[in-house]
């Protein structure tokens, strides 16, 4: 590709997006797109997906198609464009007729250099409104959707391949921030992309850390999470529950809590769903309280938090759903509470669903996630296909490494529990029997009577979760889920039972989160090499300055500008609006829009 084009390429993201110099693989997937050849790009959220077809539509002639799953999130993305003086609109059923009508002359016209619309919309005008327009490109976002072996399969996503038979010559290009090896086959497969270049960009994500808790009990679980919303004082987050009355509960003890919270779930009308997005994207409240439906529609670049109450279903969907947060590259933190009753339930459902193999084997992956006590982070990359050679630092593991003792002696008591019971117990009612606990279930059996009836009393009830999920992770016994979640003990755990094998067990450590109330400061963990110190007030002025610019142009504040501007802007302090175009990530649009106002307070506070 000519020199020319490369400096009209770098020329045009400094005007447009206000970045001097691309992320890794951007460039390469641009000269693809803009000599015609096809590709697929697989970028983690927050890595820079969009611009990598945004630009070369900059740079072509005629409108990039852009198919897309939600129209929350081809909402956010017009709204984003326009903000940088891009001509950019969203064709979906939100609309009325007019403005339909509307956007399909500007299209027509050759007005648009980005048209959004929906797979459904797609098919409906493509004898019609496509082959009446000069169309540049076609880029398929969520691409995982198209792939039955994707974590969000969607059957109207499979229906795109006719693209390149009456397109031959338009490139496309499939994004998407989760997809292992068997499902970017599909995609390429279903789509009936020629030749494609496939690009592969480091999932490494680490501005985020990494937190799994586990065996904790209901209240044990609720004290946790309001001790760390409290050391995230006015942060965004999203707590992630498995179900929709889970995530009403959670939010009405925040809400208690004095905490701004609202929850998101298919049960909700659209009316309440885009009420309660909406909210959560202006900074009208802290947290969603959500389902996986949300947060896919959604590029809120200053989510500092994310908590799954639950254990997810796939590494897939976890790591998408912990990619909604830092997605401006700040230090964000990320927490995962497991259970076993959390194993149990999904297991259930993996089983009962229409892909039981595949679903297991991915639910078996995130467990093994869980329950490691090795680097977190290189767990995530190696799924990925990543190899990390290092440890990250900034997961539980790598900062708390375990240590280990002798529990033998612990092992065998849960272990002869469960033999004594004819292994006809769950992990509930054993743990009843080790500490000593009368209820309905041990009285209608006479458990009362074991000789291990209270043999692990010493030992309190949500310690004994913690032990009971090591050795199911150690395989000392196994959960038969098709008879009724009872204990089976494995031919290792009877060497232990019958002292023939010793059992390393990991010393369980809880940490005191009341004792980190306090709010982290940002100036020593910016990832910037900036030559001075942050001043916090300002940048508490600042994010004031942009919400209410925001609210004047009814855009969300991350869209006017990013929380990573912002922390530059308090730290470089720009006197001049020239200064002030020159901060990476604002452009040209952005500079003369907002400049005078941001300069003239930043003056205030020299």
Known sequence: MSTYIKIKMLRTLKHFFGYDSFRPLQ?????????????????????????????????????????????????DQVETLNANGIAASALNSNNDETENANIRRACMGGKLKLLYISPEKLIAEANYLLRDMHISLFAVDEAHCIS??????????????????????????????????????????????????????????????????????????????????????????????????????????????????????????????????????????????????????????????IIHYNLPKSIESFYQEIGRAGRDGMPSDTVLFYSLSDLILLTRFATESGQQDINLEKLQRMQQYAESDICRRRILLSYFGETSTEDCGNCDVCKNPPQRFDGTVIVQKALSGIARTNEQVGIQLLIDILRGTMGAGIISKSYQQLKTFGAGRDIPGRDWQDYLLQMLQLGYFEIAYNENNHLKITSSGNDVLFGRAKAQLAVIRREETSKKKTKKTTTKELPLDLPSIENTDLFEALRQLRKKLADEDMLPPYIVLS?????????????????????????????????KEFVSLIREYL
């Open 27 to 75: 460039e390469d997937i641009i000269q693809t797109i803009l000599t015609g050849k096809d590709s697929l790009v697989l970028m983690p959220t927050g890595g820079g997906k969009s611009i990598c077809y945004q630009l070369p539509a900059l740079l072509s002639e005629g409108t990039a198609i852009v198919v897309s799953p939600l129209i929350s999130l081809m909402k």
């Open 148 to 305: 039955q072996w994707g974590h969000d399969f969607r059957p109207e996503y499979a229906q795109m391949g006719f693209l390149h038979e009456m397109f031959p010559d338009v490139p496309i290009i499939a994004l998407t921030a989760t997809a292992d090896k068997i499902t970017r086959e599909d995609i390429v497969r279903q789509l009936h992309l020629k030749e494609p270049k496939i690009f592969i960009s480091s999932f490494d994500r680490p501005n985020l850390s990494l937190t799994v808790k586990r065996g904790y009990l209901q209240k044990e679980k609720s004290k946790a999470i309001l001790e760390f919303i409290s050391g995230h004082g006015g942060e965004s987050g999203i707590i992630y529950c498995m179900s929709r009355s889970k995530t009403e509960t959670v939010a009405q003890l925040l809400q208690k809590h004095g905490i701004g919270a609202t929850v998101y779930h298919a049960g909700l009308s659209p009316k309440e769903r885009d009420k309660a997005q909406a909210d959560f994207i202006n900074d009208r409240i802290q947290v969603v309280c959500a389902t996986i439906a949300f947060g896919m529609g959604i590029d809120k670049s200053n989510v500092r938090w």
């Open 563 to 595: 929380d990573k501007v912002l922390h530059t802007l308090s730290t470089l302090r720009p006197t001049s609006v020239e200064e002030f175009g020159n901060i990476s990530g604002i452009g040209d649009y952005k500079k003369k829009k907002y400049g």
